[in-house]
């Protein structure tokens, strides 16, 4: 059974960059596609981006595109979000999620916390 | 991009009560519809995929119904653990994997 752990809660200044990590148990990181999905306080749930294996590549929603980026460790089957140039707005709850095309999302890590704030 | 509009955005309800949720797609996406639950402080979890497929270990008093733009999940006698928020999501066309707004079951 897949397992997703992410690394633990950030403190960030606006404009700094954050880099948050997706360790993969049970199952090699290569086998899967990791996506990435946010939740700002209060609010609900904003798909960031993730591999598409069609493609192979990695595909961004707008929103992000030129401040986000995904690698990937397959070494030590660890996944990684950075996000770049900072704001206020972006304080939330980052999730990986492994993405099944017939099936969704699924499993979830468990989320980490990033705080922007001066 | 694929808009995803869920409602109600809360829904007062009690044990035993059956509950339907609507989630409607800006464009038509086939059965691409997957239904979550989230409960305060934990991640999402998966409850039923290609729009009607329950996930293995999910409780059959849930279910989903629907193809093309309108979508419903229903949970049949609601039970005290089934308090929790409930979010759909187009999950097949690049890039719009998008969720709808979230619907929040609460105790009446």
């Known amino acids: 059974q897949v397992q997703l752990v992410q690394s633990g809660p950030e403190v960030k200044k606006p404009g700094a960059s954050v880099k948050v990590s997706c360790k993969v148990y049970g199952n090699t990181l290569s086998g899967l596609s990791m996506h990435w999905v946010r939740q700002t306080p209060g609010k609900g749930l904003e798909w960031m981006g993730g591999l598409d294996p069609e493609a192979e590549e990695t595909i961004f929603a707008q929103t992000f595109q030129g401040r986000v980026s995904v690698t990937e460790d397959t070494a030590t089957d660890t996944a990684y979000l950075e996000l770049t140039r900072l704001k206020p707005e972006d304080t939330a709850v980052y999730y990986c999620?492994?993405?099944?095309?017939?099936?969704?999302?699924?499993?979830w890590g468990q989320g980490t916390l990033v705080t922007v704030s001066s | 991009d694929i808009q995803m509009t869920q409602s109600p955005s809360t829904l007062s309800t009690s044990v035993g009560d059956k509950v339907t949720i609507t989630c409607r797609a800006s464009?038509?996406?086939?059965?691409?519809l997957a239904w979550y639950q989230q409960k305060p402080g934990k991640a999402p979890k998966l409850l039923i995929y290609k729009a009607s497929t329950l996930k293995s270990g999910v409780p059959s008093r849930f279910s989903g119904s629907g193809s093309g733009t309108e979508f419903t999940l229903t949970i049949s006698s609601l039970q005290p653990d089934d308090f929790a928020t409930y979010y759909c999501?187009?999950?097949?066309?690049?890039?719009?994997?998008?969720f709808g707004g979230g619907t929040k079951v609460e105790i009446k």
């Open positions: 464009q038509s996406i086939g059965t691409w």
């Open positions: 999620a492994t993405h099944h095309e017939l099936e969704g999302f699924d499993p």
């Open positions: 999501q187009h999950y097949n066309t690049y890039p719009a994997l998008t």
